[in-house]
T-cell receptor, first 110, second 114 residues
């Protein structure tokens, strides 16, 4: 079974902390994505990457950065976490006839 | 991605066919119709996609009208585990958002009743 694995299911961090969310895929996909999902707002694209060391801004990149040093790993970085970044974060990779999503990381910033 | 319109919610009896409609009247010729679903507290799951022809896989069937302005996802024998939010997306890339991401709308909350 192909997999996208997110390192943490639940995370609680303090305001101002630097936060790393890790995502690993085992499908040798070029394209990887980070979304956040909030009630009433649906899924919104933060950043994506179509190759190692390449990154592109999505719809809501402010307050985030990403790193893709290896093809299988795509990291989302919150440089200085804020309470409005409390959300469900979803990683995905493609292609394979559709995206494959991870199970998500529910981040709470207090 | 072309805009899609779906009902906010639908009910279906367990064991019956669930038919989820999607309107995509502004779809362009190179845009595929993709369906995903999201079960509570999980990541979205790919279901099926199509361009012009009807498609079927082990999960569902996709019926696309001849003018491609709408489509219907059919779950032939719905079970309680099919309760989820179902997203219809029109996107120009074969792989369903190959390099520039998918635009998810609000979707349809399908509730399967026992």
């Amino acid at each position: 079974d192909v997999k996208v694995t997110q390192s943490s299911r639940y995370l609680v961090k303090r305001t101002g902390e630097k936060v790393f969310l890790e995502c690993v895929q085992d499908m040798d996909h070029e394209n990887m994505f980070w979304y956040r999902q909030d009630p009433g707002l649906g899924l919104r694209l933060i950043y994506f990457s179509y190759d190692v060391k390449m990154k592109e801004k999505g719809d809501i990149p402010e307050g985030y950065s990403v790193s893709r040093e290896k093809k299988e790993r795509f990291s989302l970085i919150l440089e200085s976490a804020s309470t409005n970044q409390t959300s469900m974060y979803l990683c995905a990779s493609s292609p394979t006839g559709g995206y494959t999503f991870g199970s998500g990381t529910r981040l709470t910033v207090v | 991605d072309a805009k899609t319109t779906q009902p906010t919610s639908m009910d279906c009896a367990e064991g019956r066919a669930a038919n989820l409609p999607c309107n995509h009247s502004t779809i362009s010729g190179n845009e595929y119709v993709y369906w995903y679903r999201q079960i509570h507290s999980q990541g979205p799951q790919y279901i099926i996609h199509g361009l012009k022809n009807n498609e079927t896989n082990e999960m569902a069937s996709l019926i696309i009208t001849e003018d491609r302005k709408s489509s219907t996802l059919i779950l032939p024998h719905a079970t309680l585990r099919d309760t989820a939010v179902y997203y219809c997306i029109a996107t120009p890339t074969y792989s369903g958002g190959g390099a520039d991401g998918l635009t998810f709308g609000k979707g349809t909350h399908l509730i399967i009743q026992p």
